[in-house]
């Protein structure tokens, strides 16, 4: 079956750097596209990064310039580099497939806070 694993979330300054890294298995991941998606307190769900099969890339208007998604198709992950963290970046972070998503992972927890 399909799984997502999400990890690399934690505590971090305004202004800092994390690494998200997300594995998957159960599905032919070169062949789909996949994104990264956040969740904050009180909020809907929202895709801030997405990577098609080919390696293209897009990003929402919130974080473009700061977060670099990639991916390693041998070993099935995709990664989430994030710098310039600011405060309002804190939720839970999710990887799927886009547009159409798999189950949901457990997510990884960013805090952004002073």
């Known amino acids: 079956q399909v799984q997502l694993v999400e990890s690399g979330g934690g505590l971090v300054q305004p202004g800092g750097s994390l690494r998200l890294s997300c594995a998957a298995s159960g599905f032919n991941f070169r062949a789909h596209n996949m994104a990264w998606y956040r969740q904050a307190r009180g909020e809907q769900r929202e895709v801030v990064a997405i990577?098609?099969?080919?390696?293209?890339?897009n990003y929402a208007d919130s974080v473009k310039g700061r977060f670099t998604i990639s991916r390693d198709n041998a070993k099935n992950t995709v990664y989430l580099q994030m710098d310039s963290l600011k405060p309002e970046d804190t939720a839970v972070y999710y990887c799927?497939?886009?547009?159409?998503?798999?189950?949901w992972g457990q997510g990884t927890q960013v805090t952004v806070s002073s």
């Open positions: 990577i098609t099969s080919g390696g293209s890339t």
């Open positions: 799927n497939r886009r547009p159409s998503v798999f189950s």
